[in-house]
């Protein structure tokens, strides 16, 4: 794949005419919008004229809720071998709680385009934030486990599901072995009836690395029992938090290492984020909350504000600063620069594929690097 940066004095114009392609073709591809201005420093995807591809030579799943628009989830999934569908919840006694919109219609996509719907189970509370007494629940009460892992089974079967995806976060120290039998349980039950099982696992760089977001997740345990796990490798930068990159590539680099001494690389895949943030400055802790935005929308803000994108070599992140309302912002977000620094990381280390969270935004650079980098016949 080749990447163009937008220097001073070029335009969509200019730029195609260098690299013999339509100029409509580098605005469709990169998503720019009518008149088409750049801002300096900003990325490009430039079209290549190589055989068409087939499917993805790596496993790739991106999550999605139900209330995703039905144009965004045709157009990606031809880009995705899973699609596991965020969320089914449950109560403390183990009964299954279904999304507030239901799903059959994405699981009816999914088998048009030969891609696996996975039911995602987590955690959630009435206020859709994890609750780890929900889990301190059922894996300490088997019976309300088994209920809840045959509810699942039930459901799967009655909707054509093919796959379970286990995201259970903030899993207290004490309940890390209860948890870990609870998956080995449910991956049982599953493995009967031909389902695949994933699970998700927080960025951790140590077996003893210290926090609630860690000490539930024995990473070698869990790997051994499931199909494939997802590396929930973003949100470093994150709405709460100091303003940073959201998935620096070194801090990624050290959760695949670490987890590579833990699980096979062949079970293993890559978070990737497909957001950004747009922190207001100072940042103050408890009380700066920044913004979520798409990585299109951020190109868009730079050249509203006519900011200059910079790039972060250490976190391989593009950045860039910009004012509005006498407000200073900061914002990190993911291009096609970024993208491929993590697709890299995929090839290095042997990887089995990448996640996104989450599928939501459309983002067509994005899959056509994937395409470039891994597809049959492409890369």
Known sequence: MQIHLVTEGENVDTIAQAYGIPAELLIFDNQLVYPYKLALGQALYIPTYGPVGERPQVQVSGYAYPYISPWVLGQTLP???????????????????????????????????????????????????????????????????????????????????????????????????????????????????????????????????????YEGKDFAALGAVTDSALLMTYEWGYKYGPNMAVAPINKVEQVVQYALTEIPSSKLRLGIPNYGYDWPLPFVSNATTANTIGNVEAVQIAIAHSARILYDETAQSPYFRYWQDDVEHEVWFEDVRSLQAKFQLVKNYGLQGMGYWQIMRWWRANWLSLEDNFWNGKG
Not at 88 to 103: A, D, H, K, R, S
């Open 79 to 213: 880009y995705l071998t899973e699609l596991p569908i965020f969320s089914y919840g449950f109560t403390y006694e183990g009964q299954l709680i279904p999304p507030v919109l239901e799903e059959n219609w994405m699981i009816e996509m999914c088998r048009t385009n030969a891609v696996v719907p996975f039911l995602t189970l987590t955690p959630l509370d009435a206020d859709g934030r994890f609750n780890n007494e929900l889990i301190t629940s059922v894996v300490w009460d088997v019976s309300a486990g088994d209920r809840l892992i045959l509810e699942v089974a039930g459901v799967m079967q009655r909707k054509g599901y093919g796959g379970l995806d286990i995201d259970f976060e903030y899993i207290r120290r004490e309940d890390r072995d209860a948890f870990t039998e609870f998956v080995r349980r449910a991956s049982a039950v599953m493995h009967g009836f031909g389902y695949k099982v994933s699970i998700a696992l927080a960025p951790k760089i140590s077996a003893d690395q210290k926090g609630l977001l």
